[in-house]
């Protein structure tokens, strides 16, 4: 085996690209993440390195790319099993043990894009199911009040904001910027043009943000 096929970041990329990639995802960059792109939501496929060991964790979730942010933010995250381990090892005198095995992550992660794509759904099915879900998550609340502002449901909305809003966010920073944004969203919430025109440009600001090609502003409801 070539110098190249026992490295095992280029093996995991190999095996990713022809699992994932034939089905629609796209690499970020030279990272160990992975999107499935829907416009204003993604599905993120995360092969973890780990900081004492070569090899790789298995991680997958969805974004609503209706947060304005800079980074991948995996919501609903879960982390699969590889050969009833969390953790796949890379022995460098068995590069090529890493390599059949790494081509087994990747089916793992194709059956969970495959699954999430039916399990989130797109359009106005999609956003009515994310808009009145029960969660207590902070972020799950403000993805439930943009959705149920686009389906016209004002005051089920300022209740999901004002809920982000009663929180202390004086010493965290993450949670002052989303209670920003839920309100300037609260504010909008009687001018069905103006929200659309709001969470079409987060979306596009967050797209641009992770270097993701521009929208069309299509499917979200």
Do not use: C
Not at 156 to 169: H, K
């Amino acid at each position: 085996m070539s110098e190249g096929a026992s490295d095992h970041n280029r093996i995991l990329a190999v095996a990713a690209r022809e699992g994932l990639g034939s089905l629609g995802l796209s690499r970020r960059g030279r990272s160990r993440v992975w999107i499935d792109d829907h416009g204003w939501w993604v599905i993120l496929v995360e092969f973890q390195p780990s900081s004492w060991s070569k090899g790789s964790y298995l991680n997958v979730g969805f974004q609503h790319l209706w947060r304005v942010t800079d980074h991948v933010s995996f919501d609903r995250p879960e982390r699969l099993n590889i050969d009833g381990q969390q953790f796949l090892s890379f022995d460098v005198a068995r590069p090529e043990v890493f390599q059949a095995a790494a081509s087994r992550l990747v089916e793992k992660a194709r059956q969970a894009v495959e699954h999430r794509r039916l399990q989130h759904g797109d359009g106005s099915e999609a956003v009515e199911r994310i808009a009145w879900a029960e969660t207590e998550s902070i972020y799950e609340l403000y993805d439930a009040g943009t959705g149920l502002g686009l389906l016209g449901e004002r005051q089920a909305a300022n209740d999901r904001f004002a809920r982000i809003l009663a929180l202390d966010g004086s010493s965290l920073a993450w949670l002052a910027e989303l209670q920003n944004q839920a309100r300037v969203l609260a504010a909008v919430l009687d001018d069905k043009d103006a929200l659309i025109a709001e969470v079409t440009r987060r979306v596009g600001k967050t797209r641009t943000a992770l270097r993701m090609p521009p929208w069309d502003g299509q499917g979200l409801t």
